[in-house]
T-cell receptor
Framework: AQTVTQSQPEMSVQEAETVTLSCTYD???????LFWYKQPPSRQMILVIR??????QNATENRFSVNFQKAAKSFSLKISDSQLGDTAMYFC????????????FGTGTSLTVIP | GAVVSQHPSRVICKSGTSVKIECRSL??????MFWYRQFPKQSLMLMAT?????????EQGVEKDKFLINHASLTLSTLTVTSAHPEDSSFYIC????????????FGPGTRLTVL
């Protein structure tokens, strides 16, 4: 069975500070993709960052970076220089390559950036 | 690029009526689209996978006669909630798969359905 666990239901961070959201997953597959999506109050799901499991280098997108530890099945998201617009629900997800790409989502972490 | 639209954004209907929600990939072709349901403060629950030109695949516990899915073209999938009841009130989100190396899903903005 494929599972995704986000153990932090809620987090807060001061504006301009750094915060890390944790995510662990479980799969017996070797080829898969990992994602972080952001869902602000508008409820539009926005892709934040993605990582191919076969790549050892951690993905980075501007202020967002991941710490991908394949052996530990861990995929945390680091947000640097937090901004008020980062306030949102963050969902970790993964999909298995070439299987129709069903997404397995975590339960989400609600992040609040405090001015 | 990779924009997905959804229409309508909000709909209110009477119990017993049917409601159709459209999901369009605006700038890419999507052989596969997905329909999710999301309850407040919860994660997305996959309802069905919609494949262009074939029947949708429904998740366990989702009534296929209740939630009719049609994926008639590479850019359009529709979800029809038939004989809607108040318990069908929810937020429905579609996504379209961008095939290729990254196999990423891009999401529509969602539809808030309220059944009176």
């Amino acid at each position: 069975a494929q599972t995704v666990t986000q153990s932090q239901p809620e987090m807060s961070v001061q504006e301009a500070e750094t915060v890390t959201l944790s995510c662990t997953y479980d799969t017996s597959e070797n080829n898969y993709y990992l994602f972080w999506y952001k869902q602000p109050p508008s409820r539009q799901m926005i892709l934040v960052i993605r990582q191919e499991a076969y790549k050892q280098q951690n993905a980075t997108e501007n202020r967002f970076s991941v710490n991908f530890q394949k052996a530990a099945k861990s995929f945390s998201l680091k947000i640097s220089d937090s901004q008020l617009g980062d306030t949102a629900m963050y969902f970790c997800a993964f999909s298995i390559s070439n299987t129709g790409n069903q997404f397995y989502f975590g339960t989400g972490t609600s992040l609040t950036v405090i001015p | 690029g990779a924009v997905v639209s959804q229409h309508p954004s909000r709909v209110i209907c009477k119990s017993g009526t049917s409601v159709k929600i459209e999901c369009r990939s605006l700038d890419f072709q999507a052989t596969t689209m997905f329909w999710y349901r999301q309850f407040p403060k919860q994660s997305l629950m996959l309802m069905a996978t919609s494949n262009e030109g074939s029947k949708a695949t429904y998740e366990q516990g989702v009534e296929k006669d209740k939630f009719l899915i049609n994926h008639a073209s590479l850019t359009l999938s529709t979800l029809t909630v038939t004989s809607a009841h108040p318990e069908d009130s929810s937020f429905y989100i579609c996504s379209a798969r961008l095939a290729g190396l990254t196999d990423t899903q891009y999401f529509g903005p969602g539809t808030r359905l309220t059944v009176l």
